[in-house]
């Protein structure tokens, strides 16, 4: 069965301090997608990053990267140097192969970060 | 180019009364889904439609009603609201294969 686990549910950082939100995933497919979503107190769902099952290269953007690894079915995001502006909940989002009219997102609860000036 | 739209952004409603959240697209994309967040819970399948004229229930589908006209739009009915329902509603759109879900802004849904 497919799942998705964000076990931290809130974490609380310093502004400038690295975080990291941990996903892990289950599934049975050998094709996958998995996503990161972002949802700021404004409560709308912003999209930041896909990355599909055969794409295992770490990914990075300004202050935030992504950390794939098959091998313990995680997938986690790192926030360098954080800002105010990054307190949100994250979500992260599983999607098995799109074969055919299947293309369920299955979510985990999010994490709510709160950055601290 | 709007992205996903709903309307109304804000609702009150006495129990017991219907009322139809709007929801449209004009990235052109088949597949739409309706969720409600609620605290703790995260997100929560409603209904789904894959196509025009195709509708599949999501894991809490009792007491709402969807259908499936044009590509852009994909309304969520409620037929008798309860307390229950008091809720966060947002629409999205997916793409072709594994492509991102994108997100309307949310209707925020009070019943008393």
């Known amino acids: 069965a497919q799942k998705v686990t964000q076990a931290q549910t809130e974490i609380s950082v310093v502004e400038k301090e690295d975080v990291t939100l941990d996903c892990v995933y289950e599934?049975?497919?050998?094709?996958?997608?998995l996503f990161w979503y972002k949802q700021p107190p404004s409560g709308e769902l912003v999209f930041l990053i896909r990355?599909?099952?055969?794409d295992e290269q770490n990914e990075i953007s300004g202050r935030y990267s992504w950390n794939f690894q098959k091998s313990t079915s995680s997938f986690n995001f790192t926030i360098t140097a954080s800002q105010v502006v990054d307190s949100a909940v994250y979500f992260c989002a599983l999607s098995e192969n799109n074969a055919g009219n299947n293309r369920k997102l299955i979510w985990g609860l999010g994490t709510s970060l709160a950055v601290n000036p | 180019n709007a992205g996903v739209t709903q309307t109304p952004k804000f609702q009150v409603l006495k129990t017991g009364q219907s009322m139809t959240l709007q929801c449209a697209q004009d990235?052109?994309?088949?597949?739409m889904s309706w969720y409600r967040q609620d605290p703790g819970m995260g997100l929560r399948l409603i209904h789904y439609?894959?196509?025009?004229?195709?509708?599949d229930q999501g894991e809490v589908p009792n007491g709402y009603n969807v259908s499936r006209s044009t590509t852009e739009d994909f309304p969520l009915r409620l037929l008798s609201a309860a307390p229950s329902q008091t809720s966060v509603y947002f629409c999205?759109?997916?793409?072709?294969?594994?492509?991102?879900?994108?997100f309307g802004p949310g209707t925020r849904l009070t019943v008393t």
């Open positions: 999205a759109t997916r793409g072709a294969g594994g492509s991102a879900a994108y």
């Open positions: 439609s894959v196509g025009a004229g195709i509708t």
């Open positions: 990355r599909n099952s055969f």
């Open positions: 599934t049975r497919d050998t094709t996958y997608y």
């Open positions: 990235m052109n994309h088949e597949y």
